[in-house]
């Protein structure tokens, strides 16, 4: 059969006559270009040249038919002219995608920036459609004539889509063809109405024309930019047959023929196919069956060997465990790749990967498929493709996904006449088949002593009490010493090419369900090497999931952070922590979440992480009453984190208290809070050496000069092999503001006011002015030195008034020091008059073993004299720093220093947890 082609099988000679042609005879400027490098299908593509020089100005196949128009082939030769390989990619894009005219024009700017050569994109029908269509078709066979209402229903929804995505007589045209459509719907309605009764052939025609209008409009919205586009209704061209209830195959064989007969008609360069329809060898409409759209971008990207297949949806891509099923949305991770056969094996676990079937297509031609969010394009998706590129045999790229069943029963047969008796697992097993019980996994020891099984626990009861008829000797015989049904079992299977065979994996996944103290009733790992299935009790699953999902894939230094006192400090630092969050994960790898939040009358809980975005406002209004033991317990069976810190930011001694039984829990502990380290001297050395021994962490540098480095400088001193003489400064930020500050014609009790009202105070700032405050920081640095001294030891000269001592509060006490302001004002004066000013200083004598706390009087000129706002100044006297002093001077209180100097203790604690420098 001969018959009329637009590009034939050409060959460079003929390109460049062609081209000389249309150059000479400047008709309708119109070339192609053929380009044999490129091609790697049927002995050479077609490509259509790209606007080069003077004489190639437009780019549309369509134009191309009158320079081939002169050219015949036989039919038999049409396979020639698809054009096949890397220039094409397929897009699918579902229902959601295409649920309104808006989101029609995103798909279609999705297209168009596509950059490849060619572009084929499926759609489904607009969302909801294809449900209207069948209910169509139920309706009309059941006699309700309300399927007249509900086909009008249809027709307004498309045209109201039309009208507002396109205009003029693409409009018209649309709307022209929908309105002959829904008469010929009308009728074949009608028809059924009147049989009571639709073939499944009438049901898939009337189904598909939900793809037929998506199509047409996408392809219209496509066209409006002045690209090349036309529609394919992919009955002319998909060809397939039944292969099992509710399934089909595709013959490719056919299907490409008609393609290609197809694409000689109209070969343009980007077409808009309609998902889910095709039709059978005998012309008869039907479909693709359950995720047919995905299944026709599958088979038309082999069919046109495409460079990449995406489907576009609603998620980022593939997650690593369903959100639905225990995980949140947080906790789950978008799988950058995953091999065909990883896809596979999810899938089967209900994963909302694709179908199995859909990836049967690309997967013989290597065609990677990429699942896109259209929703979020900056998202790079999930490519499944055959050897993911990232695989490269670490332990955690090994694991892809977990996922989960419940509502199993074990079965466990046992005995010791099962061992080298051939048939036994035979016997047992068409017992089952019998039963018609399906079996999910199989575990036998190799002392073929026991074998067991999982079945669904609505299947077991039969299973069981036909076993025990079928084995009723053996077990009587003792040749079997039970078969017993464990019931409430839950699989948990973990996926990942190659998993079995790196050494490694189990380990980790059996480490992470031994620390959620999670017990293993069987397990199953198949030689496939994707898989391993471990059988849990049901209460455990959720727990199990996340504990292992967490292990591999989590930063290995993601800390499951909760703050005790969300006051000045303690929100201080949820700010910080918010603002530096994204940075820190970025760039180190520290993943930081803090997952509780307690105050001393509300508390703020999370499995995964609070959004420290409005912590708040959720702890206004999400909160349930505070309580520490729950809180603490909130954090330590918490099993989706790895690794746990407490950060006390109360200046409470009954909070302080507890730091022991939390490290013991393996729960770090960071705090500004001084009340542990200069409390009672047994408690603190308990503490110390608790911490030292376990690889827990404790940490405190904001308890001594806030932010500044007084902790850590003095252990790097100690810790190589220095020796303490002497640590003497100011160590208090109060202090140091008041009397930087109470000069000229100030009053004392202004300045006290000026320094709580800038943060650097204690909660009660008696505690500074009593200069317990200093003495708490001279003992926490005596015993970092390996003194061992009480408070009590401290001399202290409280610049508390005797008469305001007993103050019932802070506000009491602040409202009555003005009537002290003389007294300060005359020893002000006093020392102004010897040249002098007042400074509160703390002492660490090492060589003596003492500390001492007093307001001195220094020259003006001494450099304790020469600070400012809140400074601190701390001069470590030392075997090495002799002569002159180590000093470390700057701001020693206020909101923002002090939480930073907290916020470093965690990154400190992250780091000791392998986190990079
Ligand atoms: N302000 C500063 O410049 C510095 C403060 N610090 C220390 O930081 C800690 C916090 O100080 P600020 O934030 O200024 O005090 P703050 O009074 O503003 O905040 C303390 C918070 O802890 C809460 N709280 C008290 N007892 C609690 C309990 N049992 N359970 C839960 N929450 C409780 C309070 O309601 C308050 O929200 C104190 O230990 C202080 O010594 C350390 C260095 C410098
Ligand atoms: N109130 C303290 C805060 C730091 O510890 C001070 O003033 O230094
Ligand atoms: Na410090």
């Known amino acids: 059969m001969t018959g009329r082609v637009a590009l034939p099988v050409v060959h460079r000679a003929m390109v460049a006559s062609l081209a000389t042609n249309i150059r000479q005879g400047g008709t309708s400027a119109q070339c192609w270009k053929y380009d044999l490098s490129q091609d790697r299908s049927l002995g050479g593509s077609v490509r259509i040249g790209q606007s080069q020089g003077s004489f190639l100005t437009h780019r549309s196949t369509n134009l191309l038919r009158p320079a081939a128009a002169a050219i015949s082939v036989e039919q038999d030769d049409v396979n020639t002219y698809l054009p096949k390989g890397d220039m094409w990619s397929v897009h699918k894009f579902g229902g959601t995608c295409m649920g309104t005219p808006q989101r029609i024009q995103s798909v279609a700017d999705i297209v168009l920036s596509d950059s490849s050569e060619r572009k084929l994109v499926i759609v489904s029908a607009m969302s909801k459609v294809t449900d209207m269509m069948y209910n169509l078709v139920h309706k009309a066979q059941s006699r309700d004539d309300s399927y007249m209402i509900a086909l009008e229903e249809v027709f307004e929804k498309h045209m109201a889509a039309a009208k507002d995505l396109l205009d003029g007589e693409d409009l018209a045209s649309f709307l022209s063809q929908l309105h002959s459509d829904v008469s010929s719907l009308r009728a074949m309605l009608s028809a059924i109405y009147i049989a009571g009764h639709a073939t499944e052939s009438f049901s898939d025609f009337v189904v598909g024309h939900g793809e037929l209008w998506s199509a047409q ?81 599958a088979i038309i990207g082999s069919l046109v060997r495409a460079r990449q297949v995406t489907i576009w949806t609603d998620v980022d891509g593939v997650f690593s465990a369903d959100p639905r099923k225990g995980l949140s949305f947080s906790e789950a991770v978008i799988l950058s790749t995953l091999s065909y056969q990883e896809a596979w094996e999810m899938s089967y676990f209900g994963a909302n990967v694709l179908h199995p079937r859909t990836i049967i297509p690309v997967m013989k031609d290597n065609i990677p498929i990429v699942i896109r969010n259209m929703f979020n394009i900056s998202a790079p998706g999930t490519m499944i ?66 074998i067991c099984f999982a079945v669904p626990e609505k299947e077991v009861a039969a299973v069981s009490a036909a076993l025990h008829v079928r084995f009723r000797e053996a077990l009587a015989a003792g040749r079997l010493s039970k078969v017993e049904v464990i019931n409430g079992c839950s699989i948990l299977a973990v996926v990942g090419l190659r998993m079995a065979s790196t050494p490694g994996v189990s380990a980790m996944l059996f480490d992470a369900l031994a620390k959620a103290n999670i017990n293993v009733r069987a397990i199953a790992q198949g030689c496939s090497e994707y898989n391993i299935t471990v059988v849990l009790k049901q209460e455990d699953c959720v727990r199990a999931l996340r504990a292992a999902h967490s292990r591999f894939f989590l930063s290995k230094t993601t800390l499951a952070v909760g703050i005790i006192g969300p006051g000045l400090i303690g929100g201080t630092l949820l700010n910080q922590l918010k603002d530096q969050a994204a940075v820190l994960k970025e760039n180190m790898n520290i993943d930081l979440r803090v997952i509780g939040i307690t105050g001393s009358s509300t508390m703020l809980l999370s499995d995964t992480g609070i959004d420290l975005t409005q912590w708040k406002e959720l702890l206004r209004k999400e909160a349930e009453p505070a309580d520490l033991a729950n809180f603490v317990r909130h954090m330590s069976d918490n099993h989706v984190f790895p690794n746990k810190v407490l950060v006390d930011c109360t200046a409470d001694t009954s909070v302080a208290s507890h730091y022991y039984d939390w490290l013991k829990k393996g729960i770090h502990v960071i705090t500004p809070n001084k009340k542990a380290n200069s409390g009672p001297l047994d408690r603190y050395l308990k503490l110390r050496t608790l911490q030292r021994a376990s690889y827990t962490h404790y940490f405190y540098e904001a308890t001594v000069g806030a932010g500044l480095p007084i902790i850590s400088t003095l252990r790097g001193l100690l810790e190589t092999g220095d020796k303490i003489l002497r640590i003497e400064g100011i160590f208090s930020g109060t202090l140091s503001y008041i009397f930087n500050n109470f000069e000229g014609t100030r009053t004392f009790s202004n300045v006290v006011a000026e320094a709580k009202e800038a943060g650097y105070t204690e909660p009660d ?72 000013v007042l400074r509160y200083v703390g002492v660490v004598d090492a060589v003596n073993q003492k500390g001492q706390v007093e307001l001195r009087r220094y020259k003006r000129d001494h450099p304790f004299a020469q600070l400012s706002g809140s400074d601190n100044i701390i001069a470590f006297t030392t075997s090495r720093y002799k002569e002159q002093p180590l000093i470390v001077r700057g701001p020693g209180a206020g909101a923002e220093v002090t939480a930073g100097g907290v916020f470093c203790d965690m990154l400190r604690l992250a780091s000791s947890l392998g986190a990079p420098s």
């Open 217 to 297: 409009m996408l392809s219209y919205a496509i066209k409006k930019s002045g690209a090349p586009c036309s529609w394919m209704d992919t009955r002319e061209v998909l060809v397939v047959k039944p292969s099992g209830p509710n399934q089909v195959d595709p013959d490719y064989l056919e299907s490409e023929k008609r393609l290609q007969k197809w694409f000689s008609r109209q070969p343009a360069e980007i077409i808009v196919a309609t998902g889910f329809i095709a039709s059978t060898a005998e012309n008869i409409p039907t479909t693709l069956k359950r995720d047919g759209s995905d299944f026709s971008a």
């Open 765 to 836: 700032p008696r505690d500074d002015l009593s200069g317990t405050d200093v003495a708490r920081k001279v003992i926490i640095l005596a015993r970092e030195s390996g003194l061992t001294l009480e408070l009590s030891d401290i001399p202290v000269k409280s610049l508390v008034p005797e008469a305001l001592a007993s103050c019932s509060s802070a506000d009491e006490f602040m409202q009555k020091l003005p009537s002290f302001d003389e007294d300060w004002a005359k020893q002000r004066s006093e020392a102004e008059a010897a040249g002098e």
């Open 385 to 450: 493709c055959r050897q993911p590129a990232n695989d490269n045999g670490d332990l955690d790229a090994c694991v892809k996904s977990f996922a989960t069943i419940d509502n199993l029963a074990l079965v466990n047969v046992e005995g010791t006449g099962m061992a080298g008796v051939p048939g036994t697992s035979s016997a047992i097993f068409s017992v089952v088949k019998d039963v018609g019980a399906n079996v999910i996994m199989i575990s036998q020891a190799s002392s073929e002593h026991s």
